[in-house]
């Protein structure tokens, strides 16, 4: 009595993982090229709404029998009673041809031998390599630097950029904290970042510096993204580094250039007794190009008024520089002889 109940209890559980399992579970008579039962998950994978009409199918449809693999498997499997291969391949009920992972065994029936067989939906696994082939690519080929690191802070991925922006090489820094890169005035700051991203927060452009392996300080732009498994759970964070050292130098030297040409140009028009005078400027140069174009206008005695436009050859600070000098002297002369040709000369 109680080995019949015993018996119905796995009886019971092998029916519960039959329907249950996450894997394809298909039973084969390989003497008469039919598949005798199929769990829920295999009808899933394989297309198949209605059990009969994939029962129905011969299993050389379904199991691609027509593979010289695919018999050598079943062969093998009859001989010792298990066996397993990977990237073989099964037909869905539309056509589509899927590659499977099997493990099978045999099982003992009343009116021969079956292959209960457990088959593994490589699609998405076959995806997800290559989506991470595509991202290893993406990364290895990205200008800007992009390093992984762990939740503590340990870095544990270094792309090609990151060695061309830092001077490190990969060896050199995998599993090393993240801080060794950092000023020491930096470190409370990138904690703080670093919080705020694994809150869900949004950091980016997040501008700081880092330290290359020659001990220069570098001007960076860093945007961080948090790195998630499948159930959404942080792994860690990517940072992905961009040097703005140009875009500095560049505003800075801007910031000269416009006051450098501002500084060839008067103030304000002078203010004469029946006399109204209006000024518009456009610089012929854009961005770094100072031209050194300028105009003047000034009071002389005896109510007259001074108006010289300069107009100069090239471009640069150096240009600019000749251009305030001239503008310096020509006011200069001016109050000083009443003749314009005198001035000139």
Not at 4 to 32: E, M
Not at 210 to 234: E, K, Q, W, Y
Request: proline fraction near 4%.
């Amino acid at each position: 009595m109680v080995g019949s109940s015993s018996d119905a209890i796995v009886g019971k559980t092998l029916t519960a993982v039959f329907q249950a399992a996450n894997d394809a579970i298909l039973l084969l008579d390989p003497a008469a090229d039919c598949l005798l039962d199929a769990s829920p998950r295999a009808r899933q994978i394989l297309e198949y709404d209605d059990l009969d009409e994939l029962l129905e199918t011969p299993a050389s449809t379904v199991l691609n029998h027509e593979s010289d693999q695919f018999r050598l498997f079943v062969a093998d499997c009859l001989q010792n009673g298990f066996g397993r291969m990977a990237c073989l391949s099964c037909r869905t009920r539309t056509g589509w041809v899927i590659p499977v992972d099997v493990s099978a065994s045999t099982l003992e029936l009343a009116n021969g031998v079956a292959l209960l067989m457990v088959i593994r939906d490589l699609v998405e696994q076959q995806e997800a390599e290559a989506d991470q082939g595509r991202l290893a690519a993406i990364v290895k080929g990205s200008v800007d630097a992009i390093v992984g690191l762990d939740l503590l802070g340990v870095i544990t991925t270094w792309n090609p950029a990151a060695e061309r922006l830092l001077g490190y090489t990969a060896d050199d820094v995998i599993g090393r904290h993240v801080n060794d890169l950092v000023p020491a005035d930096g470190r409370p700051q990138q904690r703080a970042a670093h919080l705020r991203a694994l809150r869900g927060e949004l950091v980016r452009d997040w501008e700081c510096e880092r330290i290359r392996r020659d001990g220069a300080l570098i001007p960076v732009s860093i945007t961080l993204s948090v790195i998630r498994d499948a159930d959404g759970v942080p792994l860690g964070l990517a940072k992905f580094v961009r040097d703005v050292g140009d875009r500095k130098r560049y505003e800075r030297e801007r910031g000269i250039a416009a006051t450098l040409q501002d500084a060839l140009l008067p103030e304000a028009a002078p203010q004469l007794p029946g006399l109204a005078v209006a000024t518009r400027y456009f610089p012929g140069g854009a961005g770094l190009q100072v031209g050194g174009d300028w105009f003047d206008v000034f009071a002389l005695p005896g109510r007259r008024l001074g108006v010289a436009v300069g107009d100069v050859v090239g471009h640069g600070v150096a240009a600019a520089a000749v251009m305030g000098q001239l503008r310096i002297g020509l006011r200069a002369y001016a109050l000083e002889f009443s003749s314009p040709a005198t001035v000139l000369t």
